[in-house]
């Protein structure tokens, strides 16, 4: 049963658990305590002072500090709380972080045959199917013939190479890493870095299946210079897919599967066989199978550009995607590229200022009075903004007045 009590100040009948929070805003008459706005001079209820301060004028009255080491969070305050649970000062720290890392789940290494509370659980559950209290929301429906069709549609014009789930990084010698999945693609890898062959890895072949359906093929490695695929497979493997291989093999002269490990280890011996073909002639007749263009998107202006790989003195081509090249500024940059990330922002305007700042003196003196936010929606900017031209300035970011 609720007990219930008056107010000493207004004499106001209230429950028993509502009177503290009763007479922190109670005035004495009934109503709630007020207090005059520092700006407006508007009276607002004590509840609602602090949110009508940070509106009106940008200042807040609360003290953004550590209770531990009273480090100053006011121009941070969503800092404060993250700060005090790791603060070093802070007695508790020890424990929150053991408890945040050895304590393990209840079911941590247990199965149905080993903890009955599991079992119990996986019996209750495989009743409730075969009652038919619970149902998989899934069961029984089934996609629409146009909606596979759209989604195979999308599949077929992806570009990117799918990879297992087992992948090792390896690192060509341009710099670039590249996922490879086992280790016959490592061994050829190692072997034509050595031989100092350029390769890549290329974009799918298309191909049907007896069923009539597109699909996508992905060689591991493609050799521009001699126009030419290779793909090792283990020997189950190629018995699985014998379908696909043998339709491939029939359709792209130029690719070859390797089923020894010695020979992915010794791949000179098949390049032996194959002469350097004419590099341009090469890229014309074979435009869209053996160089789709590396597709690159820009952040600033939303353009999609492609970067296509031309020569045209194949006696001095010395193996250019390996030579090292370097920007004005120092940099290292890809050969293909003339600058950097940097410099190319300064040659295209991407670093021209979008609003032109103010005096920095006057605009310490406003965010001092009116605050980072009012100050920033004066000038169309974010808070965090204002703070970034006092940094670049080289000048400390001023602080907020205390109430």
Same mark, same amino acid.
């Given at each position: ?20 929070? /009763? ?17 407006? &001079? ?9 949110? /009508? ?29 993250? /700060? ?5 000062? &802070? ?100 072997? $034509? ?11 799918? $072949? ?43 093999? /029939? ?14 280890? &010794? ?45 045209? &003195? ?90």
């Amino acid at each position: 049963m609720s007990i219930k009590t008056n107010c000493p100040k207004c004499n106001k009948e209230l429950l028993k658990e509502n009177l503290n929070r /009763h007479l922190k805003i109670c005035d004495g008459t009934g109503g709630r305590r007020r207090k005059h706005c520092i700006k407006c &001079n508007r009276e607002i209820s004590l509840s609602c002072y602090d949110r /009508h301060v940070k509106s009106c004028c940008g200042l807040s009255t609360k003290d953004f500090k550590c209770k531990y080491c009273e480090k100053d969070y006011t121009n941070n305050k969503y800092g404060l709380a993250p /700060h005090q649970y790791m603060c070093t000062q &802070n007695p508790n720290r020890g424990k929150n972080i053991k408890t945040k890392i050895t304590t393990p789940g209840w079911n941590k290494g247990r199965t149905k045959e080993t903890c009955p509370i599991v079992n119990k659980t996986a019996n209750t559950l495989r009743q409730k199917y075969a009652r038919g209290e619970l149902v998989n929301p899934m069961k029984g429906k089934h996609l629409k013939d146009e909606t596979k069709q759209k989604l195979r549609d999308a599949q077929l014009k992806l570009t990117y190479r799918r990879v297992s789930k087992r992948t090792r990084d390896y690192i060509k010698l341009d710099g670039t890493v590249v996922q490879l999945d086992s280790t016959w693609e490592e061994a050829i890898a190692r072997r $034509l870095d050595s031989l100092n062959i350029w390769w890549i890895r290329p974009y799918p $072949l298309k191909w049907i299946d007896n069923e009539g359906v597109k699909r996508n093929y992905y060689p591991d490695f493609f050799l521009p210079l001699y126009n030419l695929y290779i793909d090792p497979k283990s020997k189950y493997t190629c018995e699985s897919q014998k379908e696909k291989l043998d339709y491939l093999l /029939h359709k792209y002269s130029n690719l070859i599967i390797i089923t020894d490990l010695k020979l992915c280890e &010794n791949i000179e011996k098949i390049l032996l066989s194959y002469k350097l073909g004419d590099f341009e002639s090469t890229y014309k007749n074979n435009n869209s199978v053996l160089f789709k263009k590396e597709i690159k998107y820009s952040k600033h202006t939303g353009d999609v550009k492609e970067e296509s790989y031309t020569i045209n &003195n194949l006696k001095d081509y010395k193996c250019k995607k390996y030579t090292e090249k370097f920007c004005v500024c120092g940099n290292k940059i890809n050969y293909y590229s003339e600058n950097c990330n940097k410099c190319a922002s300064k040659k295209n305007g991407l670093t021209r200022r979008k609003v032109d700042r103010p005096d920095m003196y006057d605009l310490s003196k406003e965010i001092t009075y009116y605050g980072y936010m009012a100050t920033a929606k004066k000038y169309g900017v974010s808070d965090n903004t204002i703070r970034k031209w006092f940094r670049t300035e080289g000048m400390t970011v001023p602080k907020l007045r205390k109430i």
